[in-house]
């Protein structure tokens, strides 16, 4: 019996060439003895099973063998760590008439597995030393392995002597969980997604050993800014579109834009869900343009059929706009920014939860620039009562927190835009 060690699975091949198929966390490999069911061989609990899952055609030399087997690895079973030049400790897996004279070590396992990913893999401990590299790695940076092996990672891959801005093994190091972080190397010009995966593993010295993946996503990124120029060309047009046709929607709409997206930062959103709310806030009254100019400038309030016709631009809205491919829910967005957190809002009375945040920051800002600004059947009635409106109906119109945002936005010196 000569047994191999394949990934967390133990396959012992006996009497011909096995077939391996899984089944409920088993490896289960077809042999002339019969069908044979081998665990995990990190899962101890599970290694009795297996002579006891061995159909009744196996005979007593391959129950034996399988006895044996499972004996042998079930002694040597214990921590495994790799020493400093990268070998495995205490962890190798051996026949009995073998263990003089051959060794298999997982790390020779682990090192073909790496080998195998096409993306640039390295095994680094905490203080950014490598432990191991795969050929892609090997490849794209003209190092042989040996020549990697014990290299301080920032100055072998990026030429620093420091770790590089962003480096996702800093915070892992620190938090346990795995992160992921895309970056411009700005040596290269390459945009490259590096990620850090931790593991059980451990150094000779007792150091935890991490997974680092490195992904060139330059055309990627490429991509999204020929699509963003595309889309910011896109929004430009529909928005020149309201503004001739009714110029007091159009500089509402970037008043609000820009109060939108300094709520969104007030919150902590990230600079893309801002730039979304943004967005979506420079387009949410287009549906308007489905609205008689002479409603929407008619120097007294609108009758309730009126009305009913002017609440129908949130809809047209979306159905404007639906069906491009913006990298966020814009359409949405607009759609619900007269929803209310009461229910009591418009097109579809959604409540809270189901209206999405960045529409509940449109559904605040709209209402603060409409409220201070100048309408055609009033004067402005002033930031001071447009702030005191949405705290009067915080948790019941308009989303608390949105509204404590816009709140401390304001306390921070913010002033709209002048009218264009």
Known sequence: MKPRFHGHCVCAFLMGQPHLDAWNDYVVFTTKAGLFFVSDYDNKKAWPQVANLRPETADEAAKAAITEYMALIDGMAGERSFGDEGSVEDSRILSAQEEKDERTSPWQVIQEFINAIPALVLLVDETHRILASNKTVQQ?????????????????????????????????VKTGHWVERELFDQATG???SSAIYPTQWRTGQGGKIFIHTIRDITGRKN??????????????????VTEVRDPYTADHARRVSVLARAIAVEMGFAEEQALGTYVAALLHDIGKIYVPVELLNRPRPLTEVEMNLVKMHPQVAYD??????????????????HERVDGSGYPAGLAVHDILPEARILAVADVVEAMSSHRPYRAALGIDVALAEISRGKGILYDAKVVDACLKVFEKGFDFPSAS
């Open 140 to 172: 794209h940076l003209g190092l042989g392995e040996d020549e990697l092996k014990g290299g301080y990672c920032p100055l072998v891959v990026h030429g620093l002597d420091y770790p590089f801005p962003g480096c996702p093994l800093e915070e892992s």
């Open 223 to 240: 991509a999204e800014e020929r699509l963003r120029k595309a889309l910011g060309g896109t929004i430009e047009v529909l928005a020149a």
């Open 320 to 337: 404007i706009l639906k069906d491009l491919a913006f990298p966020w829910p814009v359409a949405l967005m607009v759609l619900q920014h």
């Open 190 to 192: 390459m945009w490259v």
